[in-house]
């Protein structure tokens, strides 16, 4: 191999680590995100009825069910209009109903205070 085929060589090889290292460390970086909408809590006939994610779901866990997040997902839920905050597990999907984010369990509804109303509005704030 003659110098310049080598230069090239060591060339690419540079820029394909250097791609490669920054692409990465893109994979490896947490994006914070949020969403604001309205959340619900479910009722006492899904005691115990199996979950999306398999998991038979438990009113006093502090779970919820979102539409995309995947399960796993740790969410920290704030009551908009109080403050009070709550951090649930990502294991089923939901809610269905028109306007609303995410459907807590009954445990998770009593940290935010609102078994009485029925809906609040929320900021869901999570890492991906």
């Known amino acids: 191999m003659d110098i310049r085929s080598r230069s090239i060589l060591t060339a690419c090889v540079a820029v394909w680590l ?5 692409a ?3 994979a490896h970086q947490t994006e914070a995100r949020t969403q604001e ?21 438990d009113q006093q ?7 995309t997040l995947p399960f796993g997902t ?6 908009e209009d109080n403050g009070r905050e709550v951090e649930v597990l990502i294991n089923d999907r939901g809610p269905y109903a028109k306007g609303r984010i ?8 009593k940290a935010l205070g609102m078994l009485k109303r029925g809906t609040v509005p929320v900021e869901i704030s999570y890492v991906r």
């Open 18 to 22: 250097m791609f490669g290292h920054v």
């Open 24 to 26: 990465m460390s893109q």
């Open 37 to 57: 909408g309205i959340a619900s809590f479910y009722s006492d006939r899904f005691q115990g009825r199996t979950t999306a994610s398999g998991e038979p779901f």
């Open 61 to 67: 866990a502090l779970t919820a069910a979102h539409p």
């Open 74 to 79: 740790r969410v920290t839920v704030t009551r």
């Open 102 to 109: 995410i459907d807590l369990s009954k445990r998770a509804a």
